[in-house]
């Protein structure tokens, strides 16, 4: 009668949640600041920019280090404004656009950091650095595709410029071509053979391809690099139970969790998985130990109360869906459990409420499925 969730179901979600974890973590770094300035401290006479008038260029070199010291302050808004002043002084300094860019960049707004971006490379047009800066703005402003070419040119201005290569098989991976980013990441690993993120990020489009056991080839190598990696025993535990092999799978996510015994969501997913195997001691303390985490975790609230009710302590139970109804107050099957521990320990009044709060739930969110099982447990109640 309560509302619960098949094993099969509670297995797709653990690999989701699992893929979530695993491939939303897919990211590249920010670019770092420009140093305008170095190029009035000490001018290459190779190069292409234009120094000011010895006033004009005094006040530009002020200019410039006000900037850069608001920048690693963290005053960007004042830094931006300087930086601005600056780039009216000498319009033809790549360096300050980049700076700019940068700026834009730590305050969120991609769409403007690109806009100064292209106009370093506009000017500076053989700097890899700038073009890294270009593609990460793109990529954050949700432009992939010209993400992709700013990357590229990244990687063919500098062979040795893993940053790019990193980018670049980011958003490849965003948009699926998951050939382009495996051949982008397999260029990244000779640069840095060592990396376990990168080895991470391979794994990662193995599983989307179905390639399961290379996956878990690829991890295992990873981990005999890093063996105290949480992350990476975790990214093997994904690839274990893609494979269905969920026995291997559970010793990887507890060697995870005994890495980073605080992180509550290894415990949920560690509970979820020993609940799907029908371990329910072993489930009920993996949730036990998410909610003392995290004490606002619905789902591990949820699975408590799920396996309370199968061993039918019944007053536990209540306990555990009165907190959960505390978290999750509209949720409708919170309040349809608690109605159903009420009912079985005997507490036939307190059980019709929670069952009508449960049908006004589904009712006003449209559920008929769940408003045909509170009429039917109101209807049972009542007879």
Same mark, same amino acid.
């Given at each position: ?13 653990? *690999? ?23 190029? &009035?401290?000490? %001018? ?17 070199? @002020? ?10 302050? #963290?005053?960007?808004?004042?830094? !931006? ?15 300050? &656009?980049?700076?700019? #860019? &940068?700026?834009?960049? @730590? ?16 000017? /500076?047009r053989s700097n890899a650095e700038f073009y890294y800066a270009l593609g990460y703005s793109l990529a954050n402003a949700g432009d992939n595709r010209g993400a992709t070419a700013a990357y590229r040119r990244a990687t063919q201005l500098n062979r040795n410029n893993l940053k790019a290569f990193l980018g670049l098989g980011a958003v490849l991976f965003r948009?699926?071509?998951?050939? #382009? +980013? ?32 290379? +996956? ?8 005999? *690099? ?30 995870? $969790?005994?890495?980073? %015994? ?10 979820? !998985? ?12 993996? &949730? ?11 789902? +591990? ?21 009165? @907190? ?7 949720? %409708?099957?919170?309040?349809?459990? !608690?109605?159903?521990?009420?009912? @079985?320990? $005997?507490? #036939? ?11 006004? *739930? ?15 447990? *109101?209807? /049972?109640?009542?007879?």
């Amino acid at each position: 009668m309560a509302e619960t969730q098949g094993k099969s179901t509670v297995k797709k979600q653990i *690999l989701f949640l699992f893929g979530v974890l695993l491939w939303g973590g897919m990211a590249v770094s920010l670019p770092p600041v420009a140093q305008a300035e170095e190029e &009035y401290d000490d %001018p290459d006479t190779n190069t292409i920019y234009q120094l000011p008038s010895d006033s004009s260029g005094d006040q530009l070199s @002020r200019l410039l280090q006000d900037a850069r010291t608001l920048v690693q302050s #963290g005053n960007f808004g004042r830094a !931006l404004a300087i930086y601005q002043q600056a780039a009216s002084l000498d319009s033809k300094n790549a360096r300050i &656009y980049s700076a700019i #860019g &940068y700026v834009l960049a @730590r305050q969120g707004n991609y769409q403007a950091a690109v806009n100064a971006y292209q106009q370093a490379v506009a000017l /500076e047009r053989s700097n890899a650095e700038f073009y890294y800066a270009l593609g990460y703005s793109l990529a954050n402003a949700g432009d992939n595709r010209g993400a992709t070419a700013a990357y590229r040119r990244a990687t063919q201005l500098n062979r040795n410029n893993l940053k790019a290569f990193l980018g670049l098989g980011a958003v490849l991976f965003r948009q699926e071509d998951y050939a #382009g +980013a495996m051949r982008t990441y397999e260029q990244a690993i000779q640069l840095d053979p060592k990396s376990v993120e990168i080895r991470a990020s391979m794994a990662s489009i193995l599983l989307k391809q179905k390639r399961y056991q290379d +996956a878990v080839n690829v991890l295992q190598r990873a981990v005999s *690099l890093e063996p105290n990696n949480s992350n990476l025993q975790f990214n093997l535990a994904t690839a274990y139970l893609a494979q269905g092999n969920q026995s291997a799978g559970l010793a990887a996510l507890e060697q995870a $969790g005994r890495l980073e %015994p605080r992180n509550a969501e290894i415990h949920l997913l560690q509970g979820k !998985l020993k609940r799907s195997q029908n371990n329910l001691e072993g489930a009920l303390a993996a &949730y036990q130990r998410a909610v003392a985490i995290d004490s606002k975790l619905a789902e +591990a609230h949820a699975g408590i109360g799920e396996i309370l009710l199968q061993q039918q302590k019944f007053q536990e139970a209540v306990a555990a869906y009165r @907190r959960l109804t505390k978290i999750v107050p509209q949720e %409708p099957a919170a309040h349809f459990n !608690l109605g159903v521990a009420l009912s @079985r320990w $005997g507490r #036939g009044s307190e059980a019709i409420a929670s069952f009508n709060q449960a049908l006004n *739930l589904y009712q006003r969110q449209g559920q008929s499925e769940g408003v045909q099982k509170a009429e039917a447990a *109101l209807r /049972e109640l009542q007879q």
